[in-house]
């Protein structure tokens, strides 16, 4: 076997297999698959990591905690998606808004219109917020 992991990862990898196999499924693993696995398992490990210490760095922490490592998680298995109707409502509000308030003011149309498509600007910016994804 490859001397890459400690013995402690080495025990969980033969518990693991041992498990599976304790719960009716037959499995037989040869060396190159373990390998395969380890070099998965470490990079996977690695890329949790650093996504980890990112958030944790954005939050001002000087440590990796829980919520962090759950948020790393949750964004790296593609569950932090943003929702998009709420981008692409958001879209049309700010477009609508835009040209009409810029309408507006250029045909002195009045104030409760230039309020009323600052409004809908606005909502179309907090809209985008809201639905784009978490970085």
């Given amino acids: 076997m490859n001397q ?3 013995p402690k990862d080495e025990a969980f990898l033969s518990d693991e297999v041992d498990r599976v196999h304790v719960r009716g ?4 693993v040869n060396q190159y698959a373990l ?3 380890r070099g998965y398992i470490r990079n996977s490990l690695a890329e ?6 990112r958030r944790a760095r954005l939050r001002g922490g000087n440590d990796i905690q829980s919520g962090d490592i759950e948020s790393a998680r949750d964004y790296l298995e593609g ?3 943003g929702h998009y109707w709420a981008v692409v409502l958001g879209s049309g509000f700010l477009g609508a808004g835009l040209q009409g308030f810029v309408d507006a003011v250029a045909g002195s ?3 409760p219109l230039i309020v009323l498509y600052s409004t809908f600007g606005v909502l179309g910016l907090l809209l985008v ?4 994804p978490r970085r």
């Fill in 4 to 6: 890459d992991l400690p």
């Fill in 25 to 28: 499924r037959t499995l037989a």
């Fill in 35 to 37: 390998d395969a696995l």
């Fill in 48 to 53: 949790l990591i650093y996504e980890a210490d």
């Fill in 79 to 81: 569950r932090a998606k």
């Fill in 109 to 111: 149309k009045g104030t």
């Fill in 129 to 132: 917020y809201y639905g784009a």
